[in-house]
């Protein structure tokens, strides 16, 4: 797979320790109030699982699991809900984790959603945010990492649901993502 990259972004140490620094931050500014984690499959896998475990406040923990790309290397717009049951959201303050910011359509999608159901407060917590102009205004409260716009992959991240359980976060090898329409 390593052979796929056309180089790597972030490695295990540095993705820990922009971890341990977002847990610390998440930790301060919710320690208290009953925080409601909402993440987001399957991209937010690893990012979850390692965020979390640094964060010692007694949270709930909800995933959602939408699709939005087709297979294709640009979102699509459309936000299908795979599971439309919404958590306890009601009167909580809401944490969404997600892997990526990119048009923002998804999470936009998911907060609009997760705002009729009347919770107390909305943040956002992403991994990663690309540097563009999105077609939904979406800003993260909470980002791992700023990255140009490119189309990355590795822990957690797929191409065409591949590539997720890298341990590390690289660039994609473009003749790889280049399809004939
Ligand atoms: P958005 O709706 O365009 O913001 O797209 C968000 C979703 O698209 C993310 O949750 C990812 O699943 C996917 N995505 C966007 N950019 C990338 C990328 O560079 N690598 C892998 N997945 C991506
Ligand atoms: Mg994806």
Known sequence: MQGDLERV????PAINRRLDELADQISNDYRDRELTVIAILNGSLMFMADLLRRIPLPLKLDCLSVASYHGKAQTSGEVIFRHLALPDVIDRHILILDDILDSGQTLAAIREKLETAKPRNIRIC?????????????????????????????YGLDFMERYRNLPYIGVLRKELIAQPD
Do not use: M, N
Not at 9 to 12: H, K, N, S, W
Not at 126 to 154: C, M, N, P, T, W
């Open 9 to 12: 972004l972030f490695d295990e």
């Open 126 to 154: 992403v991994l990663l945010s690309k540097k563009k102009q999105r077609a939904r205004h979406v800003a993260g409260d909470y980002v791992g990492f700023e990255i140009e716009d490119e189309f990355v992959v590795g």
